[in-house]
């Protein structure tokens, strides 16, 4: 059992950043696959970036440049570091683990955290 809580979140300007956060429980964190996903109003849920336990990391080409993602496997947390933001990129941003890449959307999710960037 894996539990995730978002943090971070919050109201910048375009061009601006933000951190967020996600704090995972239990003893195998370090294997499991992690990823950020977001939803905007009205649109279907995206991935942004995920990290595999090895630490390879895939972005989606909306984030790409733009957005990193990284892990601390010492204090069981996943990042996303988010840099010169766009009215677009307003959504609420989930942390989700899984056993894989493959698998993310159908394993552990957080309860979100919102992102709304101002023109």
Not at 44 to 50: F, I, K, S
Request: aromatic share 10%.
């Amino acid at each position: 059992q894996v539990q995730l809580v978002e943090s971070g979140g919050g109201l910048v300007q375009a061009g601006g950043s933000l951190r967020l956060s996600c704090a995972a429980s239990g003893r195998t964190f370090s294997t499991y696959a992690m990823g950020w996903f977001r939803q905007a109003p009205g649109k279907e849920r995206e991935l942004g970036a995920t990290i595999s336990s090895d630490g390879s990391t895939n972005y989606a080409n909306s984030v790409k440049g733009r957005f990193t993602i990284y892990r601390d496997y010492a204090k069981n947390m996943v990042y996303l570091q988010m840099n010169s933001l766009k009215p677009e990129d307003t959504a609420v941003y989930y942390c989700a683990a899984g056993v894989n890449i493959a698998t993310l959307q159908s394993g552990y999710w957080g309860q979100g955290t919102q992102v709304t960037v101002s023109s």
